[in-house]
Each structure stands twice: as C-alpha cells, then as structure tokens.
C-alpha cells in the first residue's frame, strides 16, 4: 500500500489455513482492493489534515499570505 506521494505504508494481507495459487483475475482483485483501500486512507488524511500555519511577525501580528 502506497500513497499517492509515494510513501510505502504496508501490504494489504490476506490469510488462510492453507496455501494458495492465485489465479490472474485473483491477483488482479487484490490490486483493485489496495487502489481502493488507498483511495480511502488518502481520502481520510485530506480531511484531517491539518490547515497551514498563518505566518506570524515578530509582533505576534499575523501576516496576510
């Protein structure tokens, strides 16, 4: 699982009891889950990110952008 800005956060895990071959079409789920998974978290941290710093003089008055 990568971000948009490239950073690598993990893998998207599955598991079982037994071994598995998968199949292309397999493979291919797996990705779209991890694009979507992806699309969720980037969407996450946009809303939750933190607005940018107002500049500040050294008055503590704050300077327009």
Do not use: N, W, Y
């Not at 956060?9 to 992806?38: Q, W, Y």
């Not at 990110?49 to 327009?64: E, H, L, N, S």
């Amino acid at each position: 699982l990568v971000t948009k800005d490239g950073h690598a956060l993990g893998a998207l895990c599955i598991l079982d009891t037994k071994p598995h071959v998968f199949a292309a079409r397999d493979v291919l789920l797996l990705e779209s889950m991890a694009k979507d998974l992806m699309a969720e978290v980037d969407t996450m941290l946009r809303s939750t990110a933190a607005p940018p710093a107002t500049p500040f003089d050294p008055a503590g008055q704050a300077v327009a952008a």
